[in-house]
C-alpha cells in the first residue's frame, strides 16, 4: 500500500512511515537493523546497510515527516516513547511496519532521499589464543582455519 494509499483512507498523517531498502550492487541491507529514531522533534527511520567490499556500515536516516508531538498525541507520551526503537519490517513499496502493526511510509514515497547519512567502520572481530588471518568480503569477516575460509 503506498503513502498516498494510506492518506487517502482517511488515515491519520501520524501513521505515514518509512523507506524501502534494496539489497543489490555491493550494499546489504542489515534486515533487522531497520528501527524508528527521533530526533530534533520529527521521526525518521534508521536503516543500517553494510558494505560487501570494505568494512564500512553506512547508517541512512529517512524522514517520515511525522512530528513525535502529533506521534505522541495519537499514541499517548509514554507508548510513543516505547515505539523510538522498535524494530521496523518492511512491507513493500515504501511502506514499513512495526512490532505492534503500525504501519509507516516515507515523507515522499519511495522517492524520498536519507536526510543525513552516518559511516562507521565494522571492527575486526577479537579472537582468542591463535590468531587466525582475517580479510573482510561479502558483508562479513572470514578468517582462515584449517579447513579453510569460514565466517568469523
Not at 17 to 42: A, P
Not at 76 to 94: C, D, P, V
Amino acid at each position: 500500500m503506498a503513502c498516498r494509499e494510506i492518506e487517502e483512507k482517511g488515515r491519520s498523517p501520524a501513521r505515514q512511515g518509512v523507506y524501502e531498502v534494496h539489497e543489490g550492487g555491493t550494499f546489504m541491507n542489515l534486515g533487522d537493523k531497520e528501527t524508528l529514531f527521533e530526533k530534533d522533534g520529527w521521526l525518521y527511520v534508521r536503516c543500517e546497510i553494510a558494505n560487501w567490499s570494505k568494512p564500512e556500515r553506512y547508517i541512512h536516516y529517512w524522514p517520515t515527516g511525522i512530528r513525535m508531538f502529533d506521534f505522541a498525541m495519537r499514541y499517548g507520551s509514554e507508548e510513543a516513547n516505547k515505539r523510538i526503537g522498535m524494530k521496523l519490517t518492511h512491507q513493500g513499496n515504501g511502506v514499513y511496519r512495526d512490532e505492534k502493526f503500525t504501519t509507516y511510509c516515507l515523507k515522499d514515497g519511495a522517492q524520498t532521499k536519507p536526510e543525513w547519512t552516518e559511516t562507521e567502520p565494522i571492527p575486526e572481530p577479537a579472537q582468542r589464543g591463535k590468531k587466525l588471518e582475517t580479510t573482510y568480503r561479502d558483508g562479513a569477516w572470514h578468517k582462515r582455519t584449517a579447513r579453510g575460509w569460514v565466517r568469523a
